[in-house]
């Protein structure tokens, strides 16, 4: 058996091998390093940044010296002329950490890792397009994700020219400096700063950064199980959820207490599971061009919630909790803001005032969260306005909006804290839950991370997908989102049901939301949004067969919760996220590498969600083991095959001999006791 970790060395060169591989490979002729200096442009609208680096110098590293030691080995760099940069390569028995010291003032470096056509790159945080990211090129910047998310469609074209927000394959809220190859190895750069890693070499990964980083982390593993250990061991982990969040679906109702109080009674009318309701306007509401928002201003709006503080505590009778909304910066018309202003909580522009932030025909001020004041302040308003009043969750929104431009009470560089502020706002909702003491009970959902984020964000949602069935921004682009952010470290992962964002005509159809209904009771959480523009989306109560056909799979999920449950549980202990990629069970599998629009719902559970529009069949693949077809109990051994997948029939098999194989049995069973219980 390989070596994981071994160091080779002579007097030109050097080598680090992971598991017999080369990984770094070192020589005058053939550097790794290449160091440089750039200047950025950055313009942000709204949340889209168009980002551009004018590369004034890159010159490759050479050897100048190397030399093994106690501990791992040490070498010079030299750009032909005198030494510029030193390293430290520190062995442990399963991994290396290589940390830089540069003597000039440079401000760009590339890293060159050893590859091949044939490897496989995942991870990289939350990845929308491509699971396996080989073949690309990843600027790893914490934005939003955009409407469309790919340059060849319509969808993107009219977002572009009309709002300057289109995305592109690797816009993304939750990038993240670490990738897991195929050649077992997990590779992490400590770093704040702008990147990009680049896949699309065949025989090497070119790991840019905008500043020099701390170091550079590559660890070994034997299996994908073991290095998804290794990633909770490294960043920590999500907790495990609530009870109550497995009691039903979370139902997005906007509008005021009247109307959450008829759709609930209209939900139970049809056997409906509802463990919670989401009132992300509990708070108030504008409107915009772009549809419906919200005041941001975090206090219980009574003109428009009526009796709310009383409602709460009779839906919790009834087992329904509550949740609502709440993001990082304060509308310039709220009490808040000006209290923050008054404080100085708020950051600055380079005069001094204010900095105030274009959201969409409204602004906001910056809560500054360098500032620890700020902080505890910010921690209040939650603790008192949100928790005291009795919510038990709520939508952590936004996180990646820091403009780059901003002044910081730590003097910290915007450019480098843009990166790291979802993570500081992760962190104000989990200490303020804590000192709170209800860690667990309260629940919060974030779209926004970075390196950190899973120990800040209990739960993750897959941003604003529209109400579309593109492959890059709609009901197929949350598989690729899971399976990656799972890769990364963040195992509990959920979505809008029916997606969020209608502009330019796109409006949500019946058979769209009927589909993500059936993907969703095979996740952690159930929960819909009723989108930017409620008006053009069909919603959970269009009509009877809807309801019914809620019922009937907020029924399943439901009973699928102790499953669930244990799933949760293993991603807190073992780092195992909930939805799996097909090969960290079925490693010797080639294919199973490939596939990114279906999953293993824990390890015994195999689910391929329907994503495309009038499909009454699916082709589905299967690694090779006994499969279960929970509607016709038909049993496959694997390999690709075609079956039916009329609405409400999603592909969901079962493996046979699994320890839950008597609840799997029971599905369909449940599926047609599920819906209506009282017209």
Request: hydrophobic share 35%; net charge negative.
């Amino acid at each position: 058996m390989a070596e994981a970790v071994k160091l080779v060395t002579d007097e030109n060169s050097f080598a680090i091998r992971l598991n017999g591989k080369e990984v770094i490979k070192h020589s005058t002729e053939n550097p790794f390093l290449y160091i440089g200096k750039g200047t950025e442009s950055v313009d942000m609208y709204r949340g889209n940044f168009q980002i551009d680096d004018y590369v004034t110098e890159r010159t490759p590293l050479k050897l100048v010296s190397v030399e093994k030691t106690e501990a791992g080995l040490d070498a010079s760099f030299s750009d032909g002329h005198e030494e510029v940069l030193t390293l430290q390569v520190l062995k442990k028995e399963d991994r290396v950490q290589i940390t830089f010291n540069c003597k000039r003032n440079h401000n760009r470096i590339w890293v060159r890792l050893q590859s091949s056509a044939e490897e496989k790159v995942y991870g990289g945080g939350e990845q929308l397009s491509y699971f396996n990211m080989k073949g690309q090129n990843f600027p790893l910047w914490t934005s939003e994700p955009g409407v469309g998310r790919n340059k060849n469609t319509y969808t993107t074209w009219q977002a572009d020219v009309k709002d300057k927000a289109g995305g592109d394959y690797y816009n993304t809220n939750y990038p993240q400096p670490t990738f897991v190859s195929s050649d077992k190895y997990i590779a992490h750069m400590n770093t704040i700063a702008y990147a990009d890693f680049d896949f699309s070499n065949d025989d090497f990964h070119e790991l840019h950064c905008w500043e020099i980083p701390e170091s550079i982390e590559l660890i070994a593993g034997d299996t994908y199980a073991e290095l998804l250990r290794k990633i909770k061991e490294r960043f920590g982990t999500q907790p495990e959820l609530p009870d109550w969040t497995y009691n039903g679906i979370w139902l997005g109702i906007q509008g005021g207490t009247d109307v959450v109080e008829r759709k609930l009674q209209k939900a139970e009318r049809h056997g409906i599971k509802v463990g919670g309701v989401w009132c992300q306007d509990w708070q108030g509401k504008r409107v915009t061009s772009f549809g419906k928002r919200l005041m941001w201003n975090w206090i219980w709006n009574e003109e428009m919630y009526p009796g709310l503080d009383k409602k709460i505590w009779e839906w919790k009778e009834k087992g329904i909790r509550f949740l609502g909304y709440i993001n990082p910066y304060v509308a310039v018309e709220g009490h808040l803001f000006k209290e923050a202003e008054e404080q100085n909580y708020l950051a600055k522009q380079k005069d001094g005032s204010t900095y105030v932030v274009d959201f969409g025909e409204f602004y906001c001020g910056v809560v500054d969260f360098t500032n620890p004041e700020a902080t505890e302040w910010y921690k209040t308003v939650i603790k008192e306005n949100l928790i005291d009043f009795g919510l038990d969750g709520w939508m952590a929104d936004f996180g990646e909006y820091l403009p780059t431009d901003v002044v910081l009470h730590n003097e910290a560089s915007a450019m480098k804290e843009h990166n790291a502020w979802p993570v500081r706002w992760g962190e104000v909702n989990r200490d303020a839950i804590h000192e709170a003491g209800k860690q667990d009970e309260i629940v919060y959902f974030m779209r926004a991370g970075y390196t950190g984020i899973q120990e800040a964000c209990p739960l993750l949602w897959g941003g604003d997908q529209s109400v579309i069935w593109e492959k890059d921004d709609g009901l197929a682009s949350v598989i690729p989102a899971a399976l990656s952010s799972g890769m990364s470290g963040c195992g509990l992962h959920h979505s809008d049901i029916g997606g969020y964002t209608s502009l330019h005509g796109n409006k949500r159809e019946k058979e769209l939301l009927l589909r993500w209904v059936e993907m969703a009771a095979f996740t952690p959480v159930m929960r819909t949004h009723e989108g930017n523009r409620p008006d053009d989306c069909f919603q959970f109560d269009g009509d009877e067969e809807t309801l019914d056909f809620f019922g009937a799979f907020t029924s399943i999920y439901t009973h699928l919760k102790p499953y669930i449950k244990s799933l949760v549980k293993e991603n807190t202990e073992a780092g195992l996220p909930v939805q799996r990629p097909l090969f960290v069970h079925y490693e010797e599998d080639e294919t199973a590498h490939d596939i990114q629009y279906q999953y293993l719902f824990g390890k015994d559970m195999l689910v391929a969600p329907v994503i495309d529009k009038e499909a009454e069949t699916r082709e589905v693949y299967l690694p090779e083991d006994n499969w279960v077809h929970v509607w016709s109990e038909k049993e496959f051994r694997g390999g690709w095959i075609t079956v039916s997948a009329p609405l409400g029939e999603p592909p969901v098999f079962y493996r046979r001999g699994s320890e839950h194989e008597e609840l799997f049995q029971q599905i369909a069973q449940v599926k047609m006791n599920g819906g209506r219980s009282d017209a």
